[in-house]
């Protein structure tokens, strides 16, 4: 269990939309930049007076990068905090520093907020690192540095509190924007069938009255043009409010074609074997069959221990489409969530295109995943 937690943290993508530099940053960084000076040339007890005060400068401008960039600064800030501390170490020198670069508290917040789990992982160790050599070179006592540490760390678990916390609102408002698309679909289906059922009936009008009286049947056709043009025009509004991003939308679609470049990209291990006519599958069954397999290799190639060969096989017979995806690992490849698909995802895709779905542990050894699917489903 815990083995899994500490790779489920280092397998976690940065934050995402960390916020740029606005006005508020860089009047935090003018301030502390007059605090450094007033405080490096008021001060008698400076240690090193003009190192403490470019020191200071550098830790008070790093500020700036500390949302994009936070296991970069916190390597530099505190990298450089650990040579000052062994530097006084050898030398038996006083306490290092100004007491203004106590905004390097700023940093373990900015670090475990907006950093990848790596990143959080590497940061925080060069933190502790700090935090040793610090309370080493100026030890006032174990209840001081209990409190400093604690201090310190404080900011961190903050961090990871609010992450937490966006990222539950984040998935809320993934969830509202999915059931306002879920109702789009629908009033598109209704928009759809409306003005297509007043296209059927005038033409069936039309042509009933076209000998008799043509300039009716010359109305109907009017009519009709107009029906057209604004279901067209509805269905690109609503179409226009489904899709993501215009560039996503225009890319085609991945499918069975572009197995073979998936198995490259993964190793020699994958062999992929297409047979029967995959010329005329439905674009939704085309679509889908890569996904399956994709999330299915990707599977096996994470939770796979020793696999040496992932066989993926299509065939088209009839009106059916199987896929087939088997690996010959030790224990059963647990389908993962690296796609957002898992077993629920995939088994649902396939459902809703009129199929079945099934996956689990070989008869000899390995995973197996059998998929079929009606060849012109979705078409």
Not at 39 to 51: A, H, I, S, T
Not at 333 to 359: D, I, K, N
Request: with cysteine; charged share 20%.
């Amino acid at each position: 269990m815990v083995r899994n937690a500490v790779r489920s943290l280092l397998a976690e993508p940065r934050a995402p939309y960390p916020p740029k530099r606005v006005w508020r940053d860089w009047v935090l960084v003018a301030g502390l930049l007059t605090a450094v000076v007033i405080e490096g040339v008021v001060r008698d007890d400076v240690v090193w007076r003009p190192v403490a005060i470019v020191v200071a400068v550098a830790v008070v401008w790093a500020l700036l990068w500390r949302r994009t960039q936070p296991l970069a600064v916190v390597a530099a800030v505190f990298g450089a905090v650990i040579v000052i501390d062994i530097i006084a170490l050898i030398s038996g020198r006083g306490p290092f520093g100004l007491n203004s670069m106590i905004c390097v508290i700023l940093l373990p917040y900015a670090l475990v907020r907006w950093g990848s789990g790596r990143e959080i992982g590497i940061g925080l160790g060069i933190i502790l690192a700090a935090m040793v050599l610090a309370n080493i070179s100026d030890f006032t006592g174990y209840v001081e540095a209990v409190f400093g540490s604690m201090f310190l760390l404080f900011w961190a678990t903050l961090g990871a509190a609010v992450r937490y916390w966006s990222t539950a609102r984040l998935r809320e408002l993934d969830q509202v924007r999915l059931r306002e698309r879920e109702q789009l679909a629908r009033e598109l289906h209704d928009t759809v069938a409306h003005h297509v059922s007043a296209i059927v009936i005038r033409a069936q009008a039309g042509r009933a009255v076209a000998v008799s009286r043509p300039e009716a049947a010359v109305d109907a056709l009017a009519v009709i043009e107009a029906e057209g043009t604004r279901t067209l025009a509805e269905m690109r509004r609503m179409v226009g409010v489904l899709r993501d991003e215009g560039t996503a939308a225009l890319a085609p679609n991945p499918g069975v074609a572009d197995l073979q470049r998936l198995a490259r990209s993964v190793g020699d291990r994958v062999q992929v074997e297409v047979s029967g006519d995959v010329e005329d599958l439905g674009p939704a069954v085309d679509a889908a069959i890569y996904r399956i397999a994709q999330e299915s290799i990707t599977n096996a190639v994470r939770h796979a221990r020793q696999a040496t060969r992932i066989d993926v096989r299509v065939a088209v017979d009839g009106d059916a489409v199987r896929l087939t995806i088997r690996d010959d690992g030790e224990g059963a490849s647990a389908p993962g969530t690296s796609l957002g698909y898992g077993l629920v995802g995939m088994t649902e895709r396939a459902t809703l295109l009129g199929g079945s779905f099934a996956a689990g542990p070989s008869s000899e050894r390995g995973w197996t995943v059998d998929v079929v699917l009606p060849r012109t489903a979705g078409r």
